[in-house]
């Protein structure tokens, strides 16, 4: 059973409007949350993380943001630009762990 | 700057041939592993090393093995391969406390006939 779930498979947003991605987990000992960018033909490279103690975390136009309680978190990409185009795959590990678990992946396609 | 390297990119095998997949890293990383990308189930956990001379299973280990030949390469080996090992393998590389997470090769397509 995925303990990372990407409950949609794809999403498609306009040039210069925001990308919103979301990811649920339900293994409570999760502490530490990646995001993951793939581009067809090449391997994930990461793209923001954060930690559980931090509520958001924002580097450039990406911001992640983590709700523990809800066992939630979303990446906002703002504004998306065509580059963004790729899968997005939602990664975890647990506290002491090394091994992360991912989910399913969403696909962005950015309309010009 | 090579990263993570796997060779071979794709591979085409026939049922019950066997192959090694191989995986160098040159960041000096402690840990390495195998995943497996499937349609709709994400990257899922073959097997992994968190350090040399150490091997562990992860979520779907069935069908194959692997060797952490030294600290650089771990390969994963197919002894029998069968259709539904149709796959991209992805091989990384971490270090143990590390907080950008894993370095990714950049795949091998494997096609099982």
């Known amino acids: 059973d995925q303990q990372v779930k990407q409950n949609s498979p794809s999403l498609s947003v306009q040039e210069g409007r925001i990308s919103i991605l979301n990811c649920d987990y339900t293994?409570?000992?999760?502490?530490?949350f990646l995001w993951y960018k793939k581009y067809p033909a090449e391997g994930p490279t990461f793209l923001i993380s954060?930690?559980?103690?931090?509520d958001k975390n924002e580097d450039g136009r990406f911001t992640v943001f983590l709700n523990k309680s809800a066992k939630h978190l979303s990446l906002h990409i703002v504004p998306s630009q065509p580059g963004d185009s790729a899968v997005y795959f939602c990664a975890a590990s647990a506290i002491n762990d090394y091994k992360l678990s991912f989910g399913a992946g969403t696909t962005v396609t950015v309309r010009a | 700057n090579a990263g993570v390297t796997q060779t071979p990119k794709f591979q085409v095998l026939k049922t019950g041939q066997s192959m090694t997949l191989q995986c160098a890293q040159d960041?000096?990383?402690?840990?390495m592993y195998w995943y497996r990308q499937d349609p709709g189930m994400g990257l899922r956990l073959i097997y992994y090393?968190?350090?040399?001379?150490?091997?562990d299973k992860g979520e779907v280990p069935n069908g194959y093995n692997v060797s952490r030949l030294n600290k650089r390469e771990f390969s994963l080996r197919l002894e029998s391969a069968a259709p539904s090992q149709t796959s991209v393998y992805f091989c990384?590389?971490?270090?143990?406390?590390?907080?950008?997470?894993?370095?990714f090769g950049s795949g091998t397509r494997l096609t099982v006939v």
């Open positions: 293994n409570s000992m999760f502490d530490y």
């Open positions: 954060i930690s559980s103690i931090k």
């Open positions: 990384a590389s971490s270090e143990i406390t590390g907080s950008y997470g894993y370095t």
């Open positions: 960041m000096n990383h402690n840990s």
């Open positions: 090393s968190a350090s040399e001379g150490t091997t």
